[in-house]
Each structure stands twice: as C-alpha cells, then as structure tokens.
C-alpha cells in the first residue's frame, strides 16, 4: 500500500520529444508537489497543487505543465525536453493543516534526455 | 527570499563518533526548520522539525535565531546514518511549501 507513487521510475527520451511523469497519492492529502533534483543532488520545488489550484510555480519553463485531475493525482507533463531536463523528479503530497512540513515523497522518477 | 545553505556537500565519520551536519538559513519571518533524510534505495522522509524539539534515532536539532543555524547533531554515529541529509525551511503560507537545502552525504566509517 504504496502511499505515494510515480511511474515511470525511469525515463529515457530524445531532445523535443513529449513526455508525461504520473503520480498518484492514497493518503487523502489535499496538497501534492513536485520537485526536481538534479545531478548536484539538489533539490528545487516546481509546483504545488492545493484542490486543484496552482499555488505556487518557481520560475520553471512553461514547457512544464502540472495536470491534476484530481485530488489525488497530480502528473507533470513535460514538451519539447531539453537536454537541461535531465534530472530525478519527486512528487510529494501533504495535508495542509496537519503538521507543518511533513511532506511525504514518492521514489522519484528518472528522466534522462539524450 | 527564503535560502538554506548546507556547507558540507560530503562528510563521514567513523562509528561511535559524534556527528554535527550543518545548516544555516535566511528568511525575513519566522522560520520552520526541518532535516529531512534519504537512506541508500529509500524515499525521502522526514527526520525532524525544530518545533518539536525531539530527538530521533538519536538525533537532534536546536534552532539557533542569532547564528540563523539548525544543526544536526548525534552524539555516537552509526553505520545505519549513512544517508543523505537535506535542511529545509517551510515558507509558513499555506501550501506546505518546503524548501530545501544542498544535502549532506554522511558516511559513518566502520
């Protein structure tokens, strides 16, 4: 009963292709994120998602685009990828209201761009 | 605007030693700090929040407002503490937004 899931773990694309990263959380939480780590380890929020509202977008390109269709999943769809894209990207959920800061994480998902 | 700095990229100690993993923040509001950790093939997950004040698997971290630093500290490491160790700081709206410092890679040396 994995609480937060992602697929696929591992992703291997051209430069300009399309591509979709999924995520899906069972713990009832009304907040996902996702976050981009890249090859330094670092790791940087990109979006969050509270009800089906954007509520926060840190100076990522428009070329990624977070879709929730529901609560429950938020997926990160990525165009045209760039060679720059490639890094491990985690998603995350919270309840926002409970405790502060403790955001649970999926495995991450490998995307490397070629 | 929000940073955590974490100066220590890689760190390793041998067993039974203490441990200190460093962290140091800036942000103009009243901060929550947090250590979160990345044991080899595991999830991210949370390790401890400063406002708790708690200790777990034998850690601990005091927020200190004038050196603007939340340290992580352990006594007597263990092979088990070999992870990565990442500080963050929420931004206290209403999303939970955490965000993160560089990470530590601590290796307890047998």
Request: proline share 4%; charged share 20%.
């Amino acid at each position: 009963d994995t609480a937060v899931s992602q697929t696929p773990k591992y992703l291997v694309t051209q430069m300009g292709n399309d591509k979709s990263i999924k995520c899906e959380q069972n713990l009832g939480h009304d907040t996902m994120y996702w976050y981009k780590q890249d090859s330094k380890k670092f790791l940087k929020i990109m979006f969050s998602y509270n009800n089906k509202e954007l509520i926060i977008n840190e100076t990522v390109p428009n070329r990624f685009s977070p879709k929730s269709p529901d609560k429950a999943h938020l997926n990160l769809h990525i165009n045209s990828l760039e060679l720059g894209d490639s890094a491990v990207y985690f998603c995350a959920s919270s309840q926002v209201g409970g405790h502060t800061g403790e955001l649970f994480f999926g495995e991450g998902s490998r995307l490397t761009v070629l | 605007a929000q940073r955590v700095t974490q100066p220590e990229k890689l760190l390793s100690v041998f067993k039974g030693a203490p441990v200190e993993l460093k962290c140091n923040y800036s942000y103009s509001g009243s901060p929550e700090l947090f250590w979160y950790v990345q044991y080899s093939r595991q999830r991210l997950q949370l390790l401890l929040r400063h406002i708790s004040r708690e200790s777990i698997k034998g850690f601990t971290a005091d927020l200190n407002k004038g050196e603007t630093s939340f340290h992580l500290k352990k006594p007597f490491a263990q092979e088990e503490d070999s992870a990565m160790y990442y500080c963050a700081l929420t931004d206290q709206t209403g999303a939970n937004n955490l965000f993160f410092g560089t990470g530590t890679r601590l290796t307890v040396i047998p």
